[in-house]
C-alpha cells in the first residue's frame, strides 16, 4: 500500500516520484496564495536594484556595486521564498516578512557562492552541446533549498541536490522547463507592452521592474516546491540543520 508525499506516491522500497502536473498546482496556488508577500519583496527589491543600477549608470567603479547589489538582492528573495514555502507546509503562514528575509540573511554568502558555481557550471554545460548543461540545471536544482533549510555547505548542496533529484530527472526536468516556457512568455509579452507604451527610459525601466516583480516568484516557488515534494511531509533534513530551520 502506498502514501501520497507531497507532489508523488511513495510505497515500500520505492522511490517517491514527482507529478510533474501536481507540482505546478502547488507552485501556482502557492503564487495565488502568497501574492500578498511574494509581489511587493520581489517589487521592492527589483526597484531597489534599478533604482541604484540608474544612478550608478555609466561609471565603470562604481559598476561592480550595481552587480553586487543585484545578485544579493535575487539572494536574498530566493532564500525569502524558500522560507516561505517550508512555512506554509502546514496550510498557513505564519512568520512576518521581516521575519523571513531574516532567516535568510545567515545563508545569503553560501547561496551567493552556490549560485555562481552552478551558473558556471550549467553555462560550461550548455557550451557543450546543451544536453550537459540541462542535465546539470535538473540535478542542481534545489540547491538553495537545500542550503535554506539545511544549512548545507556549499558543496555539500551540490551532492544533496543531486541525491534527492536522483530518479526523478524527468519529472523535475519537466517542471523546470514548463516553468521556463512560462516566464518566457510572459517577460517577452510585458516586454513588448512596455516597449509600445512609451519611448521614455524610465518607463521602460518600470515596466522591466514589473516584469521580474512578477515573473520572479515563479522561478523561486518552483525549486522550492520541487524539494519539498522530493523530501516528503514530515521528513526531517539529514544534514546538521538547527531546529529552526527545520520544516514546520
Known amino acids: 500500500m502506498g502514501r501520497v508525499v507531497g507532489g508523488g506516491v511513495e510505497t515500500a522500497g520505492m522511490k517517491r516520484k514527482l507529478d510533474v502536473g501536481g507540482t505546478l498546482s502547488q507552485i501556482f496556488s502557492t503564487y495565488g496564495d502568497q501574492a500578498g508577500v511574494l509581489l511587493p519583496v520581489a517589487f521592492g527589491l527589483f526597484l531597489l536594484v534599478a533604482v541604484i543600477n540608474g544612478i550608478i549608470a555609466g561609471s565603470l567603479i562604481l559598476l561592480p556595486l550595481g552587480l553586487a ?3 544579493v538582492a535575487a539572494t536574498l528573495y530566493q532564500g525569502m521564498v524558500v522560507g516561505l514555502v517550508r512555512d506554509v507546509q502546514d496550510g498557513r503562514r505564519d512568520a512576518s516578512v521581516g521575519e523571513l528575509i531574516e532567516a535568510t540573511w545567515p545563508v ?6 552556490a549560485g555562481i558555481l ?4 550549467i553555462g560550461i554545460g550548455f557550451l557543450l552541446f546543451i544536453i550537459p548543461g540541462l542535465i546539470l540545471l535538473t540535478i542542481w536544482s534545489v540547491i538553495a533549498p537545500v542550503i535554506v533549510v539545511e ?3 556549499v558543496i555539500d548542496a551540490f551532492g544533496r ?4 533529484v536522483k530518479g526523478n530527472g524527468w519529472p523535475v526536468f519537466g517542471v523546470i522547463f514548463v516553468v ?6 510572459a517577460s517577452g509579452i510585458l516586454g513588448a507592452i512596455g516597449a509600445g507604451i512609451s519611448d521614455s527610459f524610465g518607463m521602460r525601466v518600470l515596466v522591466n521592474v514589473i516584469a521580474s516583480t512578477l515573473t520572479a516568484p515563479i522561478a523561486a516557488l518552483a525549486a522550492s516546491t520541487i524539494y519539498f515534494n522530493l523530501l516528503g511531509p514530515g521528513s526531517e533534513p539529514t544534514s546538521g540543520a538547527p531546529s529552526s530551520a527545520s520544516p514546520v
Do not use: E, K, W
Not at 545569503?108 to 557562492?113: A, E, F, K, N, Q
Not at 552552478?118 to 557550471?121: M, S, W
Not at 521556463?180 to 512568455?185: N, Q, V, Y
Open 69 to 71: 547589489v543585484s545578485v
Open 118 to 121: 552552478a551558473g558556471l557550471g
Open 161 to 164: 541536490s543531486r541525491a534527492l
Open 180 to 185: 521556463f516556457l512560462i516566464t518566457a512568455i
Open 108 to 113: 545569503v554568502l553560501p547561496l551567493i557562492g
Open 151 to 153: 544549512r548545507s555547505g
